[in-house]
């Protein structure tokens, strides 16, 4: 009986300690919009600015990635106006409807911050 309320007490202690621990490791907003921004960064440079075919583009893309670079600071703040974070203390759930123009599609992500990192399980074109 002694042994089963030791092991009891051990995991509650263990389990106070990762509540703990995840509620001080929850990233914020800002963390998630720095995040978002280098995620989209990447995708521009590799998806966007390399799969160009024809003359036009292909001098488009001569100066795409630096056009991005450049970009960057607004598509932070782009992000932090289309995304609404849920915070449960011990982690986050950040909701981004990405709509840039009317000629451009909207993509929605939805994306779970815990222990300092960014996990996107949802990333889909309406």
Not at 42 to 48: C, F, G, I
Not at 75 to 101: A, C, P, V
Request: hydrophobic content about 40%; charged content about 20%; proline content about 2%.
């Amino acid at each position: 009986m002694k042994a089963l309320a030791i092991i009891t007490c051990s995991g509650a202690v263990g389990l106070a300690a990762l509540g703990v621990a995840m509620a001080t490791t929850n990233p914020s907003q800002v963390e998630y919009e720095e995040y978002a921004a280098q995620r989209l960064t990447e995708y521009l440079k590799k998806d966007v600015c390399q799969k160009t075919t024809n003359f036009l583009e292909n001098l488009i893309k001569s100066q795409c990635d630096t056009l991005v670079d450049q970009a960057t600071p607004q598509m932070r703040e782009i992000l932090g106006r289309s995304t609404e974070q849920q915070n449960f203390l011990i982690f986050s759930i950040y909701r981004t409807d990405l709509k840039l123009s009317s000629f451009i599609p909207i993509y929605k992500f939805e994306t779970v911050g815990a222990f300092d990192n960014f996990y996107t399980y949802t990333a889909e074109q309406q």
